[in-house]
């Protein structure tokens, strides 16, 4: 079992930069799960954006953020963050975290592969 808590979310002009957190708590060692962001956007489906193996030696990003996310991990803190630079409006969505119990691979792009989720953290990007 996990608990996964975001932060960071915010209003931001387009170009801008923003630091997303999400934290982990729960009998479940953290080092358990490999981790990642998804977003929702209004109107949308649920997207993948980012994910981290359990020892952070790999990521993995969608074509959309590649190039301006990073997202990163601290297993002594049980946290991972996303960061991301030169925001755009259609990067405004809910942000969501993610826990995975399965093995590593491309698969983790799909949100059923996740079975722990974050409440969301609300990201609005301004033109």
């Known amino acids: 079992q996990v608990q996964l808590v975001e932060s960071g979310g915010g209003l931001v002009p387009a170009g801008d930069s923003l630091r997303l957190s999400c934290v982990a708590s729960?009998?479940?060692?953290?080092?358990?799960?490999?981790m990642a962001w998804f977003r929702q956007g209004p109107g949308k489906e649920r997207e993948f954006v980012a994910a981290?193996?359990?020892?952070?030696?790999?990521?993995y990003y969608s074509d959309s953020v590649k190039g301006r996310a990073a997202i990163f991990r601290d297993n002594a803190r049980r946290m991972i963050d996303l960061e991301m630079n030169s925001l755009k409006p259609e990067d405004t969505a809910i942000y969501y975290c993610?826990?995975?119990?399965?093995?590593?691979?491309?698969?983790?792009?799909?949100?059923?592969?996740?079975?722990?989720w974050g409440q969301g953290t609300q990201v609005t990007v301004s033109s």
């Open positions: 993610a826990a995975s119990l399965r093995v590593w691979g491309r698969h983790l792009v799909n949100y059923a592969e996740y079975g722990y």
């Open positions: 981290i193996s359990w020892d952070g030696g790999d990521t």
């Open positions: 729960g009998g479940t060692s953290f080092i358990t799960f490999n």
